[in-house]
């Protein structure tokens, strides 16, 4: 069966009313309705609901028999729901977005670009990936392309953020590719969500993508 990765992703720059989000919230979870009531700040908590509520679509879409109510954690606290079918849920800025497989296991990153105020690529680039950025025409840009590539394949692979300083792209750096972890290698593609954004998808396996852009009002 083909690898077939499914996006979707919400554009939700306003707060949601306190209706909507009872509405919502009352529809996931006890235990995920407990973590969310935890965030501090309402930003990550609706974040963290839209994110839900964009999975829970997913699953009826693709017409799949699981639920939100199946979903386990790993030892590494990464949710997933079988080992057929996974998924991975990102959020920066305005967007939310969602990616779901049925044949392999998946990581999905987005990230709003903003001004970086540490060395961060020195200490968790490759010299290679250093070069890249220092030769790109917006290093800004090229920073946190590099970035989205990366965070989603330690999602993918699921061991965590330690393995981020072993996570390297593969050259040449492209808007397809490889990266690769201690001898696993994953598969990744570039995503144009939108102007100030980086995204990236990556999949255990060789993949296609299908995206779907979402309206809150297509939630429930």
């Not at 309402?42 to 699981?66: D, F, N, P, R």
């Not at 990464?78 to 057929?84: D, G, H, K, Q």
């Not at 090229?142 to 061991?159: H, M, Q, T, V, Y």
Request: proline fraction near 3%; charge should be negative.
């Amino acid at each position: 069966m083909k690898n077939i990765v499914h996006i979707f992703y919400i554009h939700q720059a306003e707060k949601l009313s306190d209706i909507v989000f009872q509405q919502f919230l009352l529809q996931l979870p006890i235990f995920f309705q407990t973590n969310i009531k935890a965030y501090k700040h309402w930003q990550s908590a609706q974040a963290s609901l839209v994110g839900k509520m964009i999975l829970k679509y997913a699953l009826q879409q693709l017409q799949i028999s699981a639920t939100l109510h199946d979903i386990k954690i790993s030892s590494k606290e990464r949710p997933y729901i079988n080992e057929e079918i996974d998924f991975n849920i990102s959020h920066s800025g305005d967007y939310i977005i969602c990616a779901i497989s049925l044949t392999a296991k998946v990581g999905i990153d987005i990230e709003k670009h903003r001004v970086l105020t540490q060395d961060i690529a020195g200490k968790y680039f490759t010299p290679a990936e250093q070069q890249f950025i220092a030769q790109s025409n917006n290093p800004q840009a090229a920073f946190f392309d590099l970035w989205a590539i990366k965070e989603s394949a330690i999602k993918c692979d699921g061991r965590g953020v330690e393995i981020l300083k072993e996570t390297q792209i593969i050259p040449p750096i492209s808007r397809q590719g490889c990266a690769k972890c201690h001898q696993i290698t994953s598969y990744y593609e570039q995503l144009q969500i939108s102007d100030g954004y980086s995204t990236a998808v990556c999949s255990s396996a060789d993949f296609e993508v299908v995206v779907a852009q979402l309206l809150l009002t297509d939630l429930g």
